[in-house]
């Protein structure tokens, strides 16, 4: 016998003991304890059915109260609840007439076959829409033959791989040979140069470049990056600009004109720049004229300059001649300022500070290539504008503006007088009878004092 089956007899097994049980239980010790806690079990059951319990017939309620609360419900609702009852009097008939028979009862319809609906009225058939006509369909346009690469209009980033794989591009410049050097034909003019083309120069020469001068000391090489920038791989270069933003690249650093003169030098490793009049940027800094920049591996320093222009760059600049000159040294009854210790203060004029020359009648014809020279001074880098005005017959003025000046000492500033625009937009022509020169800004706060002032031509 298995211990399962056992088991269950033990538990059905209330008043005595299989046998068969007693023979496992005997060679089963967990049986046996088993069949022990049985016992005990149901000793304790007999034991508490045994006991006397008190018990107490249930109390049975009258059923007539119960009767007597469902016969008020009943009345309660049909009293509320039950609809109203309309009573029609009969009046008596009036006498010798006959009573009035009784109403006939409404007679029942007899089914037959019921009207037809009205049946809707047919919808008007749409009027079939007449397609509007296909446009013509174009003609495929032949292929397109590529254009011949344009000359470039604008100011170029240093060219990228995927740019350099594309049709060279050009730059317009103009090349000339120092003065007192003979002449070389393959040079001399106007060409086109492909950027990334190199421009070796074995004699000095100039490039008018852009509306800068740029005079290229022999034995140096360029390679043009753009119609404003060119890369200087060796030698030195000296800029005249009237602020066009050339760019230049020496030895990785680039340097930017913002209205000046200013030389360049380098030999591939290292390079500086030194700047005679305006500003020079470079690396998100600036150099200001008297200043020299050392830039090598990526360290800068700053020193005076130490010459006024290097001896090549002195004998390549083009001779200048006066046409005009103003000192202040003494009294003059054509300036417009106040006289102190040899240079003209700005004095107040219609909400301007204003110091310079005027007079009634033309003082000189501006040449064909002149240039508008003055050293002025302000403590403000507010922009200062030079001003020139002509006889056309009404008077005509022309201006520049230097955007940010140098401030805190005198400063040579030299500008072309092409380079000066009417309100209208245009320029001063050769020939034109000037009769103001004036030089000013919009704050006295600024103390605009100037030392000299003067227009120059440059000869043939």
Same mark, same amino acid.
Request: glycine share 8%.
């Given at each position: 016998?298995?211990?399962?089956?056992?088991?269950?007899?033990?538990?059905?097994?209330?008043?005595?003991?299989?046998?068969?049980?007693?023979?496992?239980?005997?060679?089963?010790?967990?049986?046996?304890?088993?069949?022990?806690?049985?016992?005990?079990?149901?000793? =304790?059951?007999?034991?508490?059915?045994?006991?006397?319990?008190?018990?107490?017939?249930?109390?049975?309620?009258?059923?007539?109260?119960?009767?007597?609360?469902?016969?008020?419900?009943?009345?309660?609702?049909?009293?509320?609840?039950?609809?109203?009852?309309?009573?029609?009097?009969?009046?008596?008939?009036?006498?010798?007439?006959?009573?009035?028979?009784?109403?006939?009862?409404?007679?029942?319809?007899?089914?037959?076959?019921?009207?037809?609906?009205?049946?809707?009225?047919?919808?008007?058939?749409?009027?079939?829409?007449?397609?509007?006509?296909?446009?013509?369909?174009?003609?495929?346009? @032949?292929?397109?033959?590529?254009?011949?690469?344009?000359?470039?209009?604008?100011?170029?980033?240093?060219?990228? @791989?995927?740019?350099?794989?594309?049709?060279?591009?050009?730059?317009?410049?103009?090349?000339?040979?120092?003065?007192?050097?003979?002449?070389?034909?393959?040079?001399?003019?106007?060409?086109?140069?492909?950027?990334?083309?190199?421009?070796?120069?074995?004699?000095?020469?100039?490039?008018?470049?852009?509306?800068?001068?740029?005079?290229?000391?022999?034995?140096?090489?360029?390679?043009?990056?753009?119609?404003?920038?060119?890369?200087?791989?060796?030698?030195?270069?000296?800029?005249?600009?009237?602020?066009?933003?050339?760019?230049?690249?020496?030895?990785?650093?680039?340097?930017?004109?913002?209205?000046?003169?200013? =030389?360049?030098?380098?030999?591939?490793?290292?390079?500086?720049?030194?700047?005679?009049?305006?500003?020079?940027?470079?690396?998100?800094?600036?150099?200001?004229?008297?200043?020299?920049?050392?830039?090598?591996?990526?360290?800068?320093?700053?020193?005076?300059?130490?010459?006024?222009?290097?001896?090549?760059?002195?004998?390549? =600049?083009?001779?200048?001649?006066?046409?005009?000159?103003?000192?202040?040294?003494?009294?003059?009854?054509?300036? =417009?300022?106040?006289?102190?210790?040899?240079?003209?203060?700005?004095?107040?004029?219609?909400?301007?500070?204003?110091?310079?020359?005027?007079?009634?009648?033309?003082? %000189?014809?501006?040449?064909?290539?002149?240039? %508008?020279?003055?050293?002025?001074?302000?403590?403000?880098?507010?922009?200062?504008?030079?001003?020139?005005?002509?006889?056309?017959?009404?008077?005509?003025?022309?201006?520049?503006?230097?955007?940010?000046?140098?401030?805190?000492?005198?400063?040579?500033?030299?500008? @072309?007088?092409?380079?000066?625009?009417?309100?209208?937009?245009?320029?001063?022509?050769?020939?034109?009878?000037?009769?103001?020169?004036?030089?000013?800004?919009?704050?006295?706060?600024?103390?605009?004092?100037?030392?000299?002032?003067?227009?120059?031509?440059?000869?043939?």
């Amino acid at each position: 016998m298995q211990c399962e089956e056992a088991r269950g007899r033990m538990v059905f097994h209330a008043d005595g003991e299989d046998a068969a049980i007693g023979e496992h239980v005997r060679s089963c010790p967990g049986c046996g304890r088993y069949r022990d806690e049985v016992a005990a079990e149901r000793a =304790l059951l007999r034991r508490a059915l045994r006991r006397p319990e008190a018990r107490t017939a249930p109390r049975r309620l009258p059923v007539w109260p119960l009767a007597a609360a469902a016969l008020i419900a009943v009345v309660v609702y049909a009293v509320f609840h039950a609809p109203p009852r309309v009573e029609v009097a009969s009046k008596p008939a009036p006498k010798g007439e006959a009573a009035a028979p009784p109403p006939e009862p409404p007679k029942a319809e007899v089914p037959g076959p019921r009207p037809e609906p009205p049946k809707p009225e047919d919808p008007v058939p749409p009027v079939p829409e007449t397609p509007a006509p296909e446009p013509p369909k174009p003609a495929v346009p @032949p292929p397109e033959i590529p254009k011949p690469p344009s000359v470039i209009t604008a100011g170029l980033p240093p060219p990228t @791989p995927s740019e350099t794989a594309q049709p060279a591009r050009t730059v317009a410049v103009t090349l000339g040979l120092a003065k007192g050097l003979a002449k070389n034909v393959n040079w001399e003019g106007k060409r086109e140069f492909a950027v990334g083309e190199p421009i070796l120069s074995g004699t000095a020469m100039r490039i008018d470049w852009a509306g800068a001068a740029v005079y290229v000391k022999e034995n140096s090489a360029l390679t043009v990056r753009g119609e404003r920038a060119f890369d200087l791989e060796a030698g030195e270069v000296l800029v005249e600009s009237a602020g066009v933003k050339l760019s230049i690249r020496a030895a990785g650093t680039v340097y930017e004109d913002t209205g000046t003169r200013f =030389l360049v030098a380098t030999d591939g490793r290292q390079s500086s720049a030194s700047v005679f009049e305006g500003r020079v940027s470079f690396g998100g800094r600036e150099a200001v004229a008297g200043e020299r920049v050392n830039v090598k591996a990526g360290k800068t320093g700053v020193e005076p300059v130490r010459d006024a222009y290097p001896a090549w760059a002195a004998s390549t =600049l083009p001779r200048k001649t006066v046409v005009a000159a103003f000192d202040f040294k003494s009294a003059d009854r054509r300036c =417009l300022g106040t006289f102190r210790d040899g240079a003209l203060d700005g004095i107040e004029k219609g909400g301007f500070c204003y110091a310079g020359v005027e007079s009634n009648t033309a003082m %000189f014809s501006a040449p064909a290539k002149g240039e %508008f020279r003055v050293t002025l001074q302000t403590e403000r880098d507010d922009p200062v504008t030079l001003r020139v005005r002509v006889l056309k017959p009404e008077s005509t003025a022309y201006d520049y503006v230097l955007d940010r000046p140098v401030t805190g000492r005198p400063v040579a500033v030299r500008v @072309p007088l092409e380079a000066f625009r009417s309100f209208k937009g245009d320029r001063l022509a050769a020939g034109d009878r000037v009769h103001i020169l004036y030089v000013f800004c919009r704050e006295l706060k600024s103390r605009l004092r100037i030392d000299d002032l003067a227009i120059l031509e440059e000869s043939p």
